[in-house]
């Protein structure tokens, strides 16, 4: 098993990039530099069975938890609050607050403002509100420092590759094609006086699969912090938030089971003030011919990726968490480290099909 930390070569940001990153992460003040028991079971970090710790509560506060089935995933809630009535209306608060970022950034939903910008694709600009104007920007910055590997305009992919078992043959060469040849980030153009936002091409649809659900639980935590709730987590299926500490005053920690004995946990991570988001490139797909196809698609190929299983990324928001954790398995594992050894603030840990595991030169192991 390797998992030497050393340079990386492949991905160079500029000091623009740099700067970029570092204002959109801020500073990290989790203890991203986890130090794992036993270097053998680094591994069992991506069982993506995530389980929230809430041990003892103080006299004064109490522990509210709830799920939920929101955007397609399961949503997971865990406050810290006054009372139990209090905290049950901030979590329906927090709810709202999702599917409100659902109804803007949805690309299933007739009415939304993405669902207006792609109908005008390569027709016309279309004015947005400044919170989708500002997510694109975002998103087409990270476009840029991954090179492509995230990119918000995959949409026409995903109208090849169903994985909702609806999927009857696998697309043919010239239909990829002819997908991939609207798709580009490159043609996203934004206007920042109007607020508009223009898709170059006929055809070019934006979707926000690989950060819509860390970008909700950002807008969940912060909702939730301006209602006073001091503390909590937010587990959107393997997109995780934290603010404050437990009732006791422990740190929030992630419960990581083993992948070959169901609700066992091998072992526990803290995460302070910070995000973590763990994606596996295994669990969602269709078989055709006898192969396997993961859900994951390289916008530059309109081909699922191979060779990652799993990968979690640490940093300061779920937003940038999820979009990188997407980034990376796309790249795949050289240069998806190397990009994350840039990045001020960023962790990460991968698994490839071969059960290697490597990781960015922030986290510690046993040796």
């Given amino acids: 098993m390797n998992s030497n930390s050393r340079p990386r ?6 000091g623009i990039d740099r700067q970029f990153v570092r204002l959109l992460i801020g500073v990290v003040k989790c203890d991203s530099k986890v130090v794992f028991v036993r270097k053998t079971f680094i591994f069992l970090l991506f069982g993506l069975g995530v389980f929230i710790c809430s041990f003892g509560q103080s006299d004064s506060r109490v522990t509210v938890q709830r799920t939920l089935e929101i955007m397609g995933a399961k949503y997971e809630f865990t406050l810290v609050v006054p009372n139990e009535e209090i905290g049950y209306i901030n979590i329906e608060e ?13 690309s299933w939903i007739p009415e939304s403002e993405t669902s207006l910008i792609n109908e005008n694709a390569g027709i016309s ?8 104007f500002k997510l694109i920007d975002r998103c087409l910055k990270i476009s840029e420092i991954t090179d492509g590997a995230f990119d918000i305009s995959y949409g026409p992919l995903t109208e090849l590759w169903r994985f909702d078992g609806s999927m009857q043959y696998l697309p043919t060469p010239e239909e990829i094609r002819r997908c991939v040849d609207r798709v580009g ?12 936002v223009f898709l170059k091409k006929p055809g070019m649809k934006l979707n926000f699969g690989g950060v819509g659900k860390g970008y909700s639980v950002d807008r969940a935590k912060e909702l939730l912090i301006s209602k006073g709730v001091l503390a909590g987590m937010i587990n959107a299926s393997g997109d995780i938030t934290t603010w404050g500490t437990k009732s006791t005053g422990e740190k929030w920690l992630i419960g990581i089971e083993n992948p070959g004995w169901r609700k066992n946990i091998f072992t ?8 973590v988001s763990i994606t596996a490139n295994y669990k969602k797909y269709v078989m055709m011919n006898g192969k396997r196809y993961s859900h994951i698609i390289n916008p530059k190929t309109g081909y699922p990726v191979t060779g990652i299983d799993k990968v979690a990324v640490l940093s ?3 937003e940038l968490c999820d979009a990188l954790a997407t980034a990376v398995v796309i790249l795949g594992k050289e240069n998806g480290l190397a990009l994350i050894d840039q990045l001020g603030g960023t962790e990460v840990i991968i698994a490839d099909n071969l059960g290697e ?3 960015s030169t922030g986290i510690l192991l046993d040796q």
């Fill in 9 to 14: 070569s492949g991905y160079l940001l500029t």
């Fill in 94 to 106: 927090a709810a709202s607050e999702i599917k409100r970022v659902e109804k803007m950034i949805s």
């Fill in 125 to 132: 600009p279309v004015k947005v509100s400044d919170e989708l």
């Fill in 185 to 196: 980030y490159d043609r996203i153009y934004l206007n920042t006086l109007e607020r508009t």
């Fill in 268 to 275: 526990w991570i803290p995460i302070v003030e910070s995000s």
């Fill in 316 to 318: 300061k928001t779920s």
């Fill in 357 to 359: 595991i490597e990781h």
